[in-house]
């Protein structure tokens, strides 16, 4: 057990990264407790209070150990000292039905592969299969695509080992509740080379140049703990018999299947389309699209923390914004900022244009840039299909390829000619960070014009909470439009498909978590789920 101590409160002055005394100190305080009766101490939370620019504070938490910590607890009398939680440590017991084979897991992006790293763990031997390929040639297509326009539409930055988000911004935020599953993801990060940081950054995030290294040494602790990744292996059918998954088609081999987790991502669109048509249950969602939006990294840090726009304490400044549009009622908000990053280019299907925002791990790169997005409905789509949505994207992502040139070059517009409804003709203080190469378009003509009218809308009220926002020569690219999933596969209380025994639907591809934590959570849910039901083949 130990000491949870919350709201210590540093101003930026007094913090220095290599001496945390001072926090040791306010913590003991709060504590009514001597320095010196601290017998160990960490830092379990960050966060930047810099609401008052010219007044910064870091508010920390952390976890302390002592004698008589409950004694302690009690004489502090404050809802800010408290026991901590007891760590999540997925300890069950297995179920009693017996697997005639091995599960399956379809995917390797967060859901899977906290499946599987769980699964693994507790000696149930998972085959994991991958569509894409593993993380060192994914790079390698990846750049092939950005540099040369060549694009692999089996391994991209939708997939391949690690999934989208890896080839993002390394996020790991969450709105989720789930303290102890999300420890446990952060700590399993940490020992597969990730910064230590992230168990207690208020936004952590890990960059895609760190990134790629964790999530190969994750895939090397499955196989040392018995089991098996099979990359450039796609799902191509299932075989289904009283309602009940029998077996799954493999690049042509046909295995024995009782228990499928499904983590495809959100773009496995010709999976989706197989699914259906075997009769799974799905259903319509909503989601959002829009363009990615660019401005100097130094003038958001200047708006979010004034005089101390480059104290040695704080890294690239994000940002959040959101507003509802007046004359459709829609949302128009930030979405996926990222810090000194890079716009690119996250195409999975030939003839169509989508894009990404990625960071590295130090976001010292010249731009900043977010996606500003609008949200999208069943209501705007051409059927009531569960498949009409994925229709809905690729016929914008068509429309964005061909008026960017029909190269994989991106249509570029900036603030100020979009403003005004005119096409760019040269480039102002900004350049666009989007590779291959942009052209300049009108982007109306590749978006809803409700989208484009709701932006349109937002942006002047973006400028009024970031100075310079709305400014004439930021650049806009076209288009972001794989926010999330833009159907649901319908589950119970079980994680289990309502109407498919032994297909277990997860993380974002299923429509049921929107990041890299909250997926891998639902993965190691669905992972616990199975296990107390079914103990391991053998």
């Known amino acids: 057990m130990a000491i949870r101590v919350n709201n210590i409160v540093i101003d930026i002055n007094d913090c220095d990264p290599d001496n945390i005394d001072a926090v040791k100190i306010k913590a003991a305080k709060i504590m009514r407790v001597d320095f010196s009766e601290i017998k160990s101490f960490r830092i379990a939370k960050e966060s930047i209070d810099a609401r008052k620019k010219n007044n910064i504070k870091f508010n920390y938490a952390a976890s302390i150990r002592m004698d008589n910590e409950e004694k302690v607890v009690e004489k502090a009398n404050s809802k800010d000292v408290k026991l901590e939680e007891v760590k999540y440590d997925a300890q069950f017991e297995f179920g009693t039905r017996k697997m005639e084979s091995r599960p399956i897991i379809v995917g390797m992006g967060p859901a899977g592969m906290f499946a599987g790293l769980l699964m693994a763990q507790k000696g149930y031997n998972p085959l994991i299969i991958e569509r894409g390929e593993q993380v060192e040639n994914r790079t390698k297509s990846i750049n092939k695509f950005w540099t040369r326009a060549v694009l692999n539409t089996e391994s991209n930055v939708q997939f391949g080992e690690g999934g989208a ?24 990060f940490v020992k597969a080379g990730a910064p230590g940081e992230i168990v207690y950054a208020g936004k952590p995030h890990i960059g895609t140049d760190v990134l790629k290294e964790v999530v190969k040494n994750i895939r090397e602790t499955i196989i040392k703990l018995g089991g098996e990744v099979r990359f450039n292996s796609k799902l191509e059918d299932i075989t289904i018999k009283d309602k009940k998954i029998k077996s799954v088609i493999v690049n042509g081999e046909k295995l024995a299947c009782d228990n499928l987790i499904l983590a495809i991502g959100h773009s496995s669109r010709d999976t989706y389309e197989m699914l259906y048509k075997k009769g799974v249950f799905m259903s319509s969602k909503p989601f959002a699209m829009g363009v990615r939006i660019e401005h100097p990294q130094s003038m958001i840090n ?39 990053g890079e716009v690119v280019g996250a195409a999975s299907e030939q003839g169509r244009i989508a894009i990404n925002g990625m960071s590295e791990y130090k976001r010292d790169k010249n731009n900043a840039n977010s996606a500003i997005v609008v949200s999208v409905g069943p209501k705007d789509f051409a059927s009531d299909s569960p498949l009409a949505g994925i229709e809905f994207q690729r016929h914008y992502e068509s429309l964005a390829y061909q008026i960017g040139g029909s190269n994989y070059n991106a249509p570029v517009q900036l603030v100020g000619d979009f403003l005004s409804g005119t096409v760019s003709s040269e480039l102002g203080s900004i350049k666009p960070s989007y590779t291959p190469g ?70 974002e591809g299923a429509g049921y978590a929107g990041g890299i934590i909250s997926a891998a959570v639902d993965g190691l849910k669905i992972a616990e789920n199975i296990m107390k039901n079914w103990k391991p083949a053998k």
Do not use: W
Request: aromatic letters at 12%.
């Open 438 to 507: 942009y052209k300049f378009a009108d982007l109306t003509k590749c978006l809803p014009s409700y989208i484009t009218d709701a932006i349109k809308e937002a942006l002047p009220k973006f400028d009024h909470k970031i100075n310079g926002y709305a400014r004439e020569d930021a650049v806009m690219t076209g288009i972001e439009t794989r926010t999330s999933a833009p159907l649901r596969i319908d589950r119970n209380e079980n994680f289990q498909s309502i109407s498919l025994e032994g297909l277990f639907p997860a993380g």
């Open 165 to 188: 988000g890896t080839f993002s911004d390394g996020k790991l935020t969450t709105r989720i509740k789930d303290t102890t599953r999300c420890d446990f993801i952060l700590e399993e």
């Open 302 to 340: 200047e708006n979010q923390y004034g005089k101390y726009a480059n104290h040695p304490m704080l890294k690239g400044a994000d940002y959040k914004l959101t507003y509802t549009s007046e004359k459709s009622g829609r949302a128009v908000y930030s979405f996926c900022m990222c810090p000194g």
